[in-house]
């Protein structure tokens, strides 16, 4: 059998500021999950919840709003354009 498969074995996160932008980038694909796929959540409820606690300036009630500020935050704090 091949080995050729890179994404192989365990992946470790280090560091304070990596570990909170793995948090935020899950935050932002169980929203999409949420958006996407309706009738689909976490199994302790919606992400809005969380999202909202982690962002309280984020503003908007639905879901597909507070997921495109999620997505402009990462955009602009955690992947910047190179």
Not at 2 to 14: M, R, Y
Not at 36 to 59: A, D, H, Q, W, Y
């Amino acid at each position: 059998m091949s080995q050729d498969n890179h994404l192989a074995g365990p992946v470790v996160i280090t560091g304070k500021e990596n570990i909170e932008n793995v948090r935020i980038l899950r935050l932002r694909s169980a929203l999409r999950i949420e958006v996407n796929c309706p009738g689909l959540k976490m199994s302790r409820g919606s992400i809005m919840n969380e999202v909202k606690r982690t962002f309280p300036k984020f503003k908007g009630q639905t879901k597909k709003k507070i997921l495109a500020q999620l997505d402009a935050y990462i955009d602009e704090n955690i992947l910047p354009a190179k």
